[in-house]
């Protein structure tokens, strides 16, 4: 490592650096106005460079400041190159049908549904696209088909086309999701590419080797073996262990979720540690030379990472776990500490989208706590006279997490309590099936008779750590709410972590203090004082609109933190839990652990669809249903007619009121059942008033069955428009009794209704009314102390 001669530690130098790189990159995204400023950005670079030369040459004490200024500017323009996209590229064809030809690039996915119909998702580099005319183009797509069996498989390399309708990747757009968007980017894909249940043709069928070809075929046939010897279950799931997927049981990636051991059920830096100590521990056992035992370790983890795929997360894994197995037999922990920050920098500099990925969050802050925190740590615990391995095994869970805390809480919102005994019971138990899986599908090219019965092992193994695991979730608080830091918090967390182990900068700062105790005194009195007023400052009303797609779902929290949540969206024709996956997220962000109203407008999947999920993992107090037959919601529920919460469910009927803190709400409907032809003419209605502040919940309520609102009072501040904007909702006449200074279109982008349609958009914009939309500015939300409103939206 080149010293820096004019103070500054190597060590902290890098550091800085890294953090400067990555402020650059962080407020390019969140400002993208700075793309349009390149010629200053360029010209303010050259100026930074030709200072730093200068103070370099002069030996300058602020030297090193110009150098990370030059990282910070380097971080936006490596941004901006990184998300550049081309004329020709595929994302510019969002939303039209054309002709694509391309080359598949990796091994299809194939899933089977409940019908029998097989899915299919190829990832195509594509080389040209026809509409009127062929064009050249770039950028890679998921493209996806569904088939009736598995004839006519497409393979990598192979040259493709295919006709169907080009659309950008979606995400629901609501705060502490991972971005799909962003992830998919990383490995250069752009859109999606639905064709359906059409033919895919195969222009060119390549003879070329490919090894990625050849370890899924190693792979499969090693599946297959395991499928003959142990329950399908468990064959997946120890098979997503060895070489990643997540073909696994439900139940079992929640009961691993709560308990924190999550990251064993994929390809993780833990593996390749776990694979690193094995080896190195084998070749120390038969007195291999040390170098040749580290040759032979690079060599196998290598051929492991092209086994299970070579993708940008395993070999990000495999570095990790490398560096992670340094750490902890280095004797020189600086060396160690060195290493990480240089690696994690270069991966940056290749890809600056990472500083955006969850997995690469995780292993940067676990891996961080292993190589800064762990020696610490295991030399305190050594004074308690434990087992060695004992400690061993505490010093690395209790050291990964605390570094990984703040990452962990933003995505999660809870801390698992019984990870500690998970990491202390469970994971060995689990280390020890990976490795026997590891041996069993290396021995099986040799000796079957034997894999089989390593297999049998396995599966017990597998069998006892589920059951342990479950058995841990079921503990008092074995997974308690926290909630998400801001990045304030954060940078606070982690310049205290800092601190704590730099003596240098300890002393330092404890001086400062002695030195300036009274400006010490005058912050330490103001903070408090902040602190205080922040504490018994009343908190307003917040009025969420969550992005759910095309669906609808309104999560409403009073000053007072009484929670109701109108709706839960839910998508139509598909097996995917909205309930689980974007509803109970965006509750636990917001740290809503139960419900006291859930309401729902009727008993339409896209506004019922996520109930089940929900009623299943939180309590709800109250149940509010439209007056519809209870067998719908039996049905959308997923619960028996004679179920005690469909039984006491509270059917809303004209003037069904019910009031939390001062906030009054009204159920506004037509209660002349002969006039309801559909579920939509059934939606409730409901007004929310708050002192000078109301809103107007409308679910999907027709224009047939507006005009027996007319003579109410329902004129609002905010209006949730009927229908995601149908032309069948929202009459004109409707509108002007409304009167809403804002109106909120809960929609998703590319439905196939075409909603919202130009005349309801036409109709609001004759009033003086702001619309807002879900499928562009992702979730919503009101803050109101019941006079006035502001608003702050995910997206912009």
């Known amino acids: 490592m080149i010293k820096i001669h004019y103070g500054q530690s190597p060590l902290l130098f890098i550091n800085f650096i890294i953090l400067f790189y990555s402020l650059g990159v962080y407020m390019t995204m969140k400002t993208p106005e700075i793309s349009k400023s390149y010629t200053h950005l360029f010209c303010l670079i050259i100026v930074n460079l030709i200072l730093a030369f200068f103070f370099t040459l002069r030996k ?65 580099d594509t080389k040209s696209i026809k509409q009127k005319e062929e064009k050249t183009a770039t950028g890679k797509v998921y493209l996806y088909q569904k088939q009736k069996n598995l004839d006519n498989l497409a393979k990598i390399n192979d040259t493709i086309s295919a006709t169907g309708t080009i659309r950008l990747i979606q995400n629901y757009h609501n705060p502490n999701l991972v971005d799909r968007e962003l992830s998919a980017q990383e490995e250069g894909i752009y859109a999606t590419f639905s064709i359906g249940k059409q033919n895919l043709k195969i222009l060119n069928t390549s003879d070329k080797f490919s090894l990625q070809e050849f370890c899924y075929q190693i792979e499969q ?125 270069i991966l940056l500099l290749f890809d600056p989208l990472l500083l955006f990925n969850i997995s690469f969050q995780l292993s940067f802050a676990s891996t961080a706590g292993l190589v800064y925190l762990m020696p610490i740590l295991r030399s305190k615990l050594n004074k308690l006279k434990l087992p060695s391995l004992l400690i061993d095994n505490l010093a690395l869970t209790m050291s990964a997490q605390i570094f990984a805390f703040p990452i962990i809480i933003w995505y999660f919102t809870s801390l698992s309590l019984s990870s500690l005994l998970a990491n202390l019971i469970i994971i060995p138990l689990l280390e020890i099936l990976i490795i026997l899986g590891l041996i069993a599908f290396i021995l099986g090219f040799i000796f079957p008779f034997i894999t089989k019965i390593l297999f049998i092992f396995a599966s017990l193994i597998l069998s006892i750590s589920n059951e342990a695991t479950f058995l841990l979730t079921k503990i008092p608080f074995a997974n308690i ?47 408090i004082i902040c602190s205080c007023y922040l504490m018994i400052k009343p908190s307003p009303l917040q009025i969420h609109f969550i992005d759910v797609g095309q669906g609808d779902a309104c999560l409403i929290i009073t000053p007072h933190q009484h929670s109701i949540l109108i709706d839960t969206g839910g998508s139509i ?115 929310l008033t708050y002192h000078n502040f109301s809103v107007l919940f409308t679910g999907d309520l027709p224009q047939t069955q507006e005009k027996y609102l ?6 609002s501040t905010i209006l949730k428009v009927a229908h995601h904007g149908s032309k069948t909702s929202s009459s004109q006449e409707f509108l002007e009794h409304v009167r809403p200074q804002l109106a909120i279109i809960s929609v998703g982008k590319y439905n196939s209704f075409g909603h919202p349609s130009k005349e309801v958009l036409d109709r609001l914009n004759n009033l003086p009314t702001k619309i807002l939309r879900t499928d562009e500015k992702g979730a919503i939300v009101i803050y109101t102390d019941g006079y006035n409103y502001s608003l702050k939206t995910f997206l912009n």
């Open 60 to 124: 300058h004490k602020l030297t090193f400041l110009l150098y990370l200024i030059l990282f910070f500017f380097l971080g936006v323009m490596r941004y901006l190159s990184f998300t550049f996209i081309a004329n020709n590229n595929i994302k510019n064809y969002d939303n039209q049908e054309i002709t694509l030809t391309g080359v598949i690039c990796q091994m299809p996915k194939i899933r089977q549904d409940s019908a029998g119909i097989y899915h299919l998702t190829y990832v195509v």
């Open 221 to 345: 046939s090693f599946l297959q073996s395991m499928y003959q010897t142990m329950p399908e279950n468990d064959a997946n799931m120890i098979f997503a262990m060895l070489f990643g997927g997540y073909n696994i049981e439900k139940d079992i990636l929640e009961a691993y979720s709560i308990t924190g051991i999550i990251h064993i059920l994929s390809v993780s830096g833990s593996h390749i540690s776990l694979i690193s100590l094995f080896l190195l521990s084998l070749g120390k056992f038969l007195h291999l030379p040390r170098f040749f035992n580290l040759i032979l370790l690079l060599i196998l983890i290598i051929f492991y990472t092209i086994l299970c795929g070579a993708s940008v997360p395993v070999m990000r894994a495999s570095i990790m776990g490398l560096l992670s197995i340094i750490a902890l037999y280095l004797e020189e922990k600086s060396t160690a500490q060195h290493l990480l920050s240089i690696i994690a920098l």
């Open 481 to 527: 709410y926290v909630p998400p830091l801001d990045f304030p918090a954060i940078l606070i967390y982690y310049s205290l972590i800092f601190i704590t182990l730099n003596i240098k900068i300890r002393k330092y700062l404890y001086l400062l203090l002695q030195k300036y105790k009274f400006i010490t005194y005058i912050c330490s009195i103001s903070l």
């Open 573 to 687: 024709n598909s097996d995917f839990d909205i309930g689980s996956y974007v509803d109970l997220p965006y509750l636990r962000h917001y740290g809503i652990n139960k419900l006291d109203y859930l309401i729902l407008s009727h008993a339409d999947a896209d506004h019922s669809g996520g109930a089940s999920s929900i009623l299943q993992k939180i309590p709800v107090n109250h149940l509010i249903i439209a007056d519809e037959d209870k067998n719908l919601y039996a049905k959308i529920l997923k619960l028996p007619l004679n179920n005690p919460l469909l039984t006491k469910a509270i059917v809303a009927k004209e003037n069904t009121a019910f009031n939390l803190e001062d906030i009054h709400f009204q159920f506004l409907q037509n209660d002349e059942k002969e006039n309801l032809k559909s579920s939509n003419d059934s939606s409730n209605v409901l007004k």
């Open 710 to 715: 007319l003579n109410k009072n329902i004129a």
